[in-house]
T-cell receptor, first 117, second 111 residues
Framework: DGGITQSPKYLFRKEGQNVTLSCEQN?????MYWYRQDPGQGLRLIYY???????QKGDIAEGYSVSREKKESFPLTVTSAQKNPTAFYLC????????????????FGPGTRLLVL | QQPVQSPQAVILREGEDAVINCSSS?????VHWYRQKHGEAPVFLMI?????EQKGHDKISASFNEKKQQSSLYLTASQLSYSGTYFC????????????FGKGTRLSVIA
């Protein structure tokens, strides 16, 4: 079955610790995205990648880092610089838009809930 | 620029209708609608690409008014399964521009 997987489902972080959230897709999508969701705030873009070995900052990139070494994988690291990391993190992927065409549909993974101890 | 959704929340009885609006202060190229159940991933509903375009799926439909820079989602004869938070995601240009999502509209359908 094609889809997007995120792990773990729940993650606990201690003060000063870096943690990494996994996102894998087997949909053959070029583009991948990370969103943060807080109650009442909608989905806010952290980072996105349109192609392997390239990524761009979104609206709230401070305190986060990513890598895109493989097409299927786009891990997100929440660093100790992120002072308020408690949130629901969603990974998404899509095909790249055709030249002059619209943004393609984004498909979301099940999410990782990050809590601070 | 984050689109504005209204209302923020709505409670319906089964069988009632609802309209959710998504407005932007900037010209829109496309609008994407999603529904999210509590604790789950958002699920894609539909994309509207052109001004005046209307789409429908089952009893959920949407329209896109390019001039007014807004889109509306219509839920007809609501069912309990329609409960969730509805998000619009907007794009202002063609090409590989990530969606910008509104804050969502929480819809609760009660028996």
């Amino acid at each position: 079955d094609g889809g997007i997987t995120q792990s773990p489902k729940y993650l606990f972080r201690k003060e000063g610790q870096n943690v990494t959230l996994s996102c894998e897709q087997n949909l053959n999508h070029d583009a991948m995205y990370w969103y943060r969701q807080d109650p009442g705030q909608g989905l806010r873009l952290i980072y996105y990648s349109q192609i392997v070995n390239d990524f761009q900052k979104g609206d709230i990139a401070e305190g986060y880092s990513v890598s895109r070494e493989k097409k299927e994988s786009f891990p997100l690291t929440v660093t100790s610089a992120q002072k308020n990391p408690t949130a629901f993190y969603l990974c998404a992927s899509s095909h790249r838009a055709r030249a002059g065409g619209p943004q393609e549909t984004q498909y979301f993974g099940p999410g990782t809930r990050l809590l601070v101890l | 620029q984050q689109p504005v959704q209204s209302p923020q929340a709505v409670i319906l009885r089964e069988g009632e209708d609802a309209v959710i609006n998504c407005s932007s202060s900037k010209a829109l190229y496309s609008v994407h609608w999603y529904r999210q159940k509590h604790g789950e991933a958002p699920v894609f509903l539909m994309i509207l690409l052109k001004g005046g375009e209307q789409k429908g799926h089952d009893k959920i439909s949407a329209s896109f008014n390019e001039k007014k820079q807004q889109s509306s989602l219509y839920l007809t004869a609501s069912q309990l399964s329609y409960s969730g938070t509805y998000f619009c995601g907007t794009v202002h240009t063609s090409g590989n521009t990530p969606l910008v999502f509104g804050k969502g509209t929480r819809l609760s359908v009660i028996a």
